[in-house]
Structure formats: structure tokens, C-alpha cells
């Protein structure tokens, strides 16, 4: 081989590897640049055709913004059961609407400020997933799952049944506006509510990123992989996968709390093993146990979901043949087969791609 060969080889081998550095180094920083976006986007008026309905700035794109931000936020916290613990749970839902309907009711029937009944609600969603995880922790793989779908099956019928008039029924619960600080009451107050769901979306972030990182979280990893061995080496996996539990119980508490205010009430709708099953959807579209993949599920999801339903009965859908139209009407038929698509085409999630892409 001669010098000009290798040196031939060489400039065609950093010609590869040239796009999958720049990948790399935009990788670093794209977190930082969506944050930016994110803090501008109260500020401006850009309007993103068919993507929101005004300018990113009106109260209705920005209420539609923080949405997504509170269950990209949510879908990461459910990811440190799922994607980082190994533990199915169909009872998620339960804690989001502990907080919901407790904050709601100590502010409404005690007549508490609101900071002192969003404290008082997370202990109350704290206190719940400690006590339904210490159950049913005491048992692993399908029945652990099975359980958790027991108690999120009797806290929605309890909702729903209205017991002692305190949940609302169907109907659920509304905040009095004049229960609320003057700065998170009305449509004029939106961006507010949007920084409070930023804010959510930063500490859910930062929380489950330091405990990844900690030893507990390393233990989890090995929980995951092989909960066998974890008892070899001398430790009890029942208490390291209740800190898991509890933790993201406690970080889908707040949710609900932030939910509460975006919303204007609790609903029963949140208590349902249906809307744990769309955590379960947005963590895996996303890509369950990474860092991102969550968080991008999360948005994509609720966006697609509020959205979808215009396209639904956009003109364009309506003037096909009924065989197309039919399916094509229905958001969720949509959503399904994206969630179908991506699972098939990228069985990792959304944010394996760019790596995918890198190998090429």
C-alpha cells in the first residue's frame, strides 16, 4: 500500500467521520438552544401554521405549550419506573390526581392559600404512592403490574362514584377563580402558568437526572438487568424500587398540581389506567431509559392529540372516499399509527435516531 493510498484512505475516513462529530457537537447543545426557545417563546409572535393555532405567544398556543411541557415532565418522571427500574405500573395515574384533587379540595373546603394546599397535596400524593407501593412491591413482574392496575381500576371507580359528594362525580372539580392568586386566575395570566410548567419540566429534568446519576440509581440499573444478582451482591432490591416509586409518585404529584392550574379543575379522567397507558405510549415513542426520549414522547404525544383532531375535520380529510375519510376522522386511529410506525421503524424511540443516522 502505498503513501498515497493511506493518505486517500484517510481523507475519505474523516470525510465520514466529519458529519458524525458535527452530529455529536450539536448534540451537546441542542438542549440549550430548545431552552432558549422555550424562555423566548411568551415573548414572540411568530405564527407556526398547522402547528399552533395564533402566534406562539397568544394564551391559546402557550396553554397548548405548557400541556405538553407538564406530560413530556410527567412521561420522564414514569420513565424512572419503567425505563430505569424495570417496573411496569399501571397506577401512575393515581398520584397525578392525588395532587389535583387534594390541592383543589384543601384550597376549596379548608379555605387554605394555594402554596399551603400544593405543599399539602404533594405529601398527599408522597403518602399515597408510599402507601400503594408498599404493597404491591411486595411482588414483581406481571403481578406487580397487575396489582398496580387493581388500585388505579378502585381509585377511578371511587372518582367516578363521588363518595360523600367530595370527588364531583364525572363532572370532577373546578377552582373557584377568586381561590386562586390574582396572578394565575384568567386567560390574561397565561404565560404564567406557562413558566410554572416550565418550571415543572426543568426540576422533573434535573431531579431525575441527579438520581440516575446517584448511587441508588446505578443500583436501579441493576435492579433492571438482573434484581438476582442485586440480592447476591447484599442488597434489597424492595427498598431501592420503593425510593424509585415513591420519587416518581411524588414528581407526577406536582404534575397534577401544575395540571390543576393549566386546566382550571381536577377531572376523573386523570385517575383512569387509560392515561397511565398514554404515559406508557409517550415513553416509548420517545424512548424509554434515555435522557430525552420521555420528555420528547411526552410532547409529541399531547401535541399530536390536541391537534390531530383539527386535521381530523379539516377539509382535506373530509373530501376522501369514505374508506380513508372513516379512519382518518379519528385522532387516536392517528395516533396509533404513529405510535405503530415508530415502534417498527425505530425500536429504540425518536431520539435513537439521530444516532442511527450517525451510522450511516
Known amino acids: 500500500m502505498t503513501t498515497a493510498t493511506t493518505a486517500r484512505e484517510a481523507a475519505t475516513g474523516g470525510d465520514v467521520a466529519a458529519p458524525a462529530g458535527s452530529l455529536r457537537r450539536y448534540g451537546r447543545w441542542w438542549p440549550a438552544v430548545a431552552l432558549a426557545a422555550l424562555l423566548a417563546a411568551p415573548y414572540s409572535s411568530l405564527p407556526l401554521p398547522g402547528l399552533l393555532d395564533g402566534p406562539i405567544g397568544s394564551a391559546g398556543s402557550l396553554q397548548l405549550l405548557a400541556l405538553c411541557l407538564v406530560f413530556g415532565a410527567l412521561a420522564t418522571g414514569y420513565d424512572l419506573l419503567l425505563g430505569r427500574t424495570g417496573l411496569l405500573s399501571f397506577g401512575h395515574a393515581l398520584y397525578f390526581a392525588a395532587g389535583s384533587y387534594a390541592t383543589e379540595l384543601i384550597m376549596v373546603e379548608a379555605g387554605l392559600p394555594f402554596a399551603v394546599a400544593a405543599v399539602l397535596g404533594l405529601c398527599c400524593g408522597i403518602a399515597l404512592a408510599a402507601a400503594l407501593g408498599s404493597v404491591a412491591l411486595r411482588v414483581g413482574g406481571i403481578a406487580f403490574s397487575m396489582v398496580t392496575l387493581a388500585f388505579a381500576q378502585a381509585g377511578s371507580i371511587l372518582v367516578e362514584r363521588d363518595p360523600g359528594g367530595v370527588t364531583g362525580g364525572e363532572e370532577g372539580r373546578a377552582i373557584p377563580a377568586d381561590r386562586l392568586p390574582a396572578s394565575l386566575a384568567g386567560i390574561g395570566n397565561t404565560a404564567n402558568l406557562y413558566w410554572i410548567a416550565l418550571a415543572y ?146 425500536p429504540g424511540g425518536l431520539t435513537r435516531l439521530p444516532a442511527r443516522l450517525r451510522r450511516r
Not at 379543575?265 to 398514554?278: E, I, K, M, V, Y
Request: aromatic letters at 8%; charged letters at 10%.
Open 201 to 346: 419540566l426543568v426540576l422533573t429534568l434535573a431531579v431525575v437526572h441527579w438520581a440516575v446519576r446517584s448511587p441508588t440509581g446505578r443500583v436501579w440499573e441493576g435492579i433492571k438487568e438482573n434484581e438476582r444478582r442485586v440480592e447476591v451482591l447484599g442488597l434489597r432490591p424492595y427498598g431501592f424500587k420503593l425510593v424509585a416509586f415513591v420519587l416518581a409518585g411524588a414528581l407526577a404529584a406536582v404534575g397534577g398540581i401544575v395540571h390543576l392550574l393549566l386546566t382550571g379543575g381536577a377531572t376523573p379522567q386523570t385517575t383512569t389506567s387509560d392515561f397511565t397507558l398514554s404515559l406508557l405510549v409517550m415513553v416509548v415513542l420517545g424512548g424509554s431509559g434515555s435522557r430525552w426520549g420521555p420528555l420528547v414522547g411526552g410532547v409529541l404525544y399531547t401535541w399530536a392529540d390536541h391537534r390531530l383532531g383539527d386535521l381530523a375535520g379539516s377539509p382535506a380529510v373530509s373530501g376522501l372516499p369514505s374508506f380513508l375519510r372513516v379512519p382518518l376522522s379519528q385522532p387516536l386511529f392517528l395516533l396509533g399509527a404513529l405510535f405503530v410506525a415508530t415502534v417498527v421503524a425505530l
